[in-house]
């Protein structure tokens, strides 16, 4: 199909995106390619999610193999492909907070996260950070800040929450309370803007969470992996008592993981939740084999290593246009001086895809596979784009 063939074929679709003007076909590594043939740079790895980028030999191989055996079996089955994601999510799962619950979204982990708090302590009440975002259905919708997702659902939805100012200790102890059900936190805003949360606030949300018997939960749907280790939380030394991630731990496939503790999980009642989809044998194995590459690729040194050699590098362009360059890993951001879109635009019309985090921010979410010649082709372009 042509790029007219495929516009025209998407028009059925209900109109809730923002189009960019390209039909992607093809991806081959860190690089994607349209329906004419053009190559684009990915920096973005589809919102955070192509964690070992696009037609990863070793990922194709595994899907392969699985199609063939077994695609789909609810969890009401004992599954081989579902254990052996369960056995490396084991290994990167901080100690103490290692029952799962598999879904299919990171908003649907976020939904049992929620769920699972307000039966553990009988409350309702959420605290949830100014600019965060975690996801668009009703319970989720709650705890996200943007009034934009929001307010056209206020009336109806399950709970309501108190949105403190991001890394503020003081707004945060004031706001949690006996009532309080859930600590809702992203360690690292992503649509907010690329917000790093300070060591000290986070450890602060663990200990009101404990003083006043409420869960924390932190969403790393979005930092999860990329930031140079499984949990940028638990590398700042702060374990809540349910992590809640998704996009990178599949490449790609529609999974979602929620992981509680001991005491959490043995509280939830059999049948108090479940999916149809969750925990099917292909995103099982292809979210163990996610994971085991990860490992034995120490792509959490990668992107470390990468991340600080990009975010320098853009650093050390002394643009005037800039205001800030933010981020950890391979999860940055620039904070633009004017609107952030023309810019987008600008990268893409060179052959570098990235993302928006609010109107003044662009966001770059790239494969954990990236190395120095991806960062320097970044670099290379955005010194042409933002120079004087």
Sequence with gaps: ????????????????????????????????????????????????????????????????????????????????????????????????VGRSFLSNSGTEAIESALKFARIATGRSGIVAAKRGYHGRTLGALSA?????????????????????????????????????????????????????????WLQRAADLASTYGSILIFDEVQSGFRTGAPFYSVAQGVTPDIIVTAKAIANGLPVGVTLVTDAIADQVPGGAHGSTFG????????????????????????????????????????????????????????????????????????GILALMAGTLVIRFLPPMTWTEQQADELIAVLADILGD
């Design 144 to 200: 996200t800040a943007e009034k934009k997702y929001r307010e056209p659902f206020e009336g109806i939805l399950g709970q309501q929450a108190t949105h403190v100012s991001f890394n503020d200790l003081e707004a945060l102890e004031a706001a949690v309370s006996d009532e309080t059900a859930a600590i809702v936190l992203e360690p690292v805003q992503g649509e907010g803007g690329i917000h790093l949360g300070d060591a000290a």
């Design 279 to 350: 925990g099917n044998p292909l995103v099982s194995r292809g979210g163990a084999e996610t994971l085991r590459i990860m490992r034995e690729d120490d792509l959490y040194g990668q992107a470390a290593r990468v991340g600080s050699y990009v975010i320098a590098g853009i650093e050390a362009l002394g643009s005037k246009k800039v205001r800030a360059v933010r981020g950890t890993g391979l999860m940055f951001g620039i904070e633009l001086k004017a609107k952030a879109g023309p810019t987008l635009k600008a990268l893409q019309g060179r």
């Design 1 to 96: 199909m042509n790029l007219d063939q495929i516009i025209a074929a998407d028009s059925a679709q209900i109109p809730l995106y923002a189009k960019r003007d390209i039909a992607l076909v093809r991806g081959e590594g860190n690089y994607l390619f349209d329906s004419d043939g053009n190559r684009y740079l990915d920096a973005m790895s589809n919102y955070g999610v192509a964690s070992l980028g696009h037609a990863h030999p070793a990922f194709t191989a595994a899907l392969v193999d699985q199609v063939g055996k077994l695609t789909t079996t609810h969890q009401s089955f004992y599954n081989d492909a579902r254990s052996q994601f369960l056995e490396e999510i084991a290994r990167i799962a901080p100690a103490g």
